[in-house]
Antibody, heavy 118, light 109 residues
């Protein structure tokens, strides 16, 4: 049974950065693209970006251009999302989700609450 | 900016049938958008239901089906159960970027 386990909740001040991790258990880590999605309180899902299976290509939503960096460590089956210059509007639950080519999304992490507050 | 549009809310009676749709601001939704559907209940992570228009995961109940309908992606629930009350999100692919619909809150009443 594949699982994606994310790091714990974070509280950050405006202007700071946060780095959230997502560790995959099971096999085939290198076969999957990994996406990041966020959900502000009471709001819908918002796609942030993707890092492809070999870590060589990333794509981000224009909203986050220049503020988000996605990386992956194959040796530990972990992907990371770093968001910089945090503002209060970045307060949200951040999820990782995996995807095979052809639009096959299956497994999601449990979510990480990031709170930005002075 | 590309937008995927869903019905904000729908109500269905237990045992009934309901269709949720997902429209694209760029025109007709096609299989090339790889439509995905997710279910989310309060306090939980989203759960994948349908991928690439009409393919079910091994855990997807048979009463859920995906299709293309009138230029939109569609999710149909047949024989709705009280446990189906949830928020449903579509996800569409736009050549390197993905866009979620705003979500449909499904009430079973």
């Amino acid at each position: 049974q594949v699982q994606l386990v994310q790091s714990g909740a974070e509280v950050k001040k405006p202007g700071a950065s946060v780095k959230v991790s997502c560790k995959a258990s099971g096999n085939s880590f290198t076969s999957y693209n990994m996406h990041w999605v966020r959900q502000a309180p009471g709001q819908g899902l918002e796609w942030m970006g993707v890092i492809n299976s070999n870590g060589g290509t990333t794509g981000n939503a224009q909203t986050f251009q220049g503020r988000v960096t996605l990386t992956r460590d194959t040796s530990t089956s972990t992907v990371y999302m770093e968001l910089r210059s945090l503002r209060s509007e970045d307060t949200a639950v951040y999820y990782c989700a995996r995807q095979l080519s052809g639009g096959y999304f299956d497994c999601w992490g449990q979510g990480t609450l990031v709170t930005v507050s002075s | 900016q590309t937008v995927a549009t869903q019905e904000p809310s729908l109500t269905v009676s237990p045992g009934g049938t309901v269709t949720l749709t997902c429209a694209s601001s760029t025109g007709a939704v096609t299989s090339g958008h790889y439509p995905n559907w997710f279910q989310q209940k309060p306090g939980q992570a989203p759960r994948a239901l349908i991928y690439s228009t009409n393919n079910k995961h091994s855990w997807t109940p048979a009463r859920f089906s995906g299709s293309l309908l009138g230029g939109k992606a569609a999710l149909t629930l047949s024989g709705v159960q009280p446990d189906d009350e949830a928020e449903y999100y579509c996800l569409l692919y736009y050549g390197g970027a993905w866009v979620f619909g705003g979500g449909t809150k499904l009430t079973v009443l």
